[in-house]
T-cell receptor, first 110, second 111 residues
Framework: GQQVMQIPQYQHVQEGEDFTTYCNSS?????IQWYKQRPGGHPVFLIQ?????EVKKQKRLTFQFGEAKKNSSLHITATQTTDVGTYFCAGGTNDYKLSFGAGTTVTVRA | NAGVTQTPKFRVLKTGQSMTLLCAQD?????MYWYRQDPGMGLRLIHYSVGEGTTAKGEVPDGYNVSRLKKQNFLLGLESAAPSQTSVYFC??????????FGPGTRLLVL
C-alpha cells in the first residue's frame, strides 16, 4: 500500500532560524496536504497542493510539490514560538483517503 | 457551527470491555473518517465512510467496527478492548476527499 515518509521526526530550532521538513511517497499522488497539530490539540488543515512543481506560500511558510508528484516540502523562515507543533503531510490518491506521514515535531528555543 | 465533535473526551476501559465513540458533524459533509494517533506513527486510518449507510476499512481496521446510519454521525465501536488499543482517536469529516476537518479527539486508556 501507499506509504508516506516524513523527515525529520524532530526539529529543534532557534527562534529566528529557518528549517525544512520533507515528505516522500512511495507512489504518485493526486494531491498533498499539510496539517499542523499544536500540543494537546487536533490536526488543522494548512494547505493543499495539486499541480506538479506547485509552490504556495502562507506568510513565512512555503510549500512545494515535487515535479513527479511523489514528494513535498514545507519550509518555515524566521521561526517563531507560534510555530511550535507537529506538522503532518498527507498524500491523496483519488480513493477518498489520505495517507499521513508520521509528522515533524517542532520545538523552538527562544 | 460546532464543526466536528467527539464524545467522550477521555475514557478508561478494562481489557475485554466494550465501548462506542461518537463523532458528529454539522457541516453536511459526505465523507467521515476515524483515525488513531500513536507516538511516532502519525495518523492511521481505521475506517471511513463516503456517505450515509456506507463504510470501508482503512489501514488498521482489526478490532474496530463502525456504523454510519445518519449522515451527520459516525460511530466507532470496540467490542473487546485490548491494551494495544490505548491511543488518541480522531474523527474527521470532509465535503470531498480533500480538506479534512478534525474533531478534538478522544483519549482512550485500556488497562
Amino acid at each position: 500500500g501507499q506509504q508516506v515518509m516524513q523527515i525529520p521526526q524532530y526539529q529543534h530550532v532557534q527562534e529566528g532560524e529557518d528549517f525544512t521538513t520533507y515528505c516522500n511517497s512511495s507512489t504518485t499522488l493526486s494531491n498533498i496536504q499539510w496539517y499542523k497539530q499544536r500540543p494537546g490539540g487536533h490536526p488543522v488543515f494548512l494547505i493543499q497542493l495539486v499541480k506538479s512543481g506547485e509552490v504556495k506560500k502562507q506568510k513565512r511558510l512555503t510549500f512545494q510539490f515535487g515535479e513527479a508528484k511523489k514528494n513535498s516540502s514545507l519550509h518555515i523562515t524566521a521561526t517563531q514560538t507560534t510555530d511550535v507543533g507537529t506538522y503532518f503531510c498527507a498524500g491523496g490518491t483519488n480513493d477518498y483517503k489520505l495517507s499521513f506521514g508520521a509528522g515533524t515535531t517542532v520545538t523552538v528555543r527562544a | 457551527n460546532a464543526g466536528v465533535t467527539q464524545t467522550p473526551k477521555f475514557r478508561v476501559l478494562k481489557t475485554g470491555q466494550s465501548m462506542t465513540l461518537l463523532c458528529a458533524q454539522d457541516m453536511n459533509h459526505e465523507y467521515m473518517y476515524w483515525y488513531r494517533q500513536d507516538p511516532g506513527m502519525g495518523l492511521r486510518l481505521i475506517h471511513y465512510s463516503v456517505g450515509e449507510g456506507t463504510t470501508a476499512k482503512g489501514e488498521v481496521p482489526d478490532g474496530y467496527n463502525v456504523s454510519r446510519l445518519k449522515k451527520q454521525n459516525f460511530l466507532l465501536g470496540l467490542e473487546s478492548a485490548a491494551p494495544s488499543q490505548t491511543s488518541v482517536y480522531f474523527c474527521a469529516s470532509s465535503y470531498s476527499p480533500e480538506t479534512q476537518y478534525f474533531g478534538p479527539g478522544t483519549r482512550l486508556l485500556v488497562l
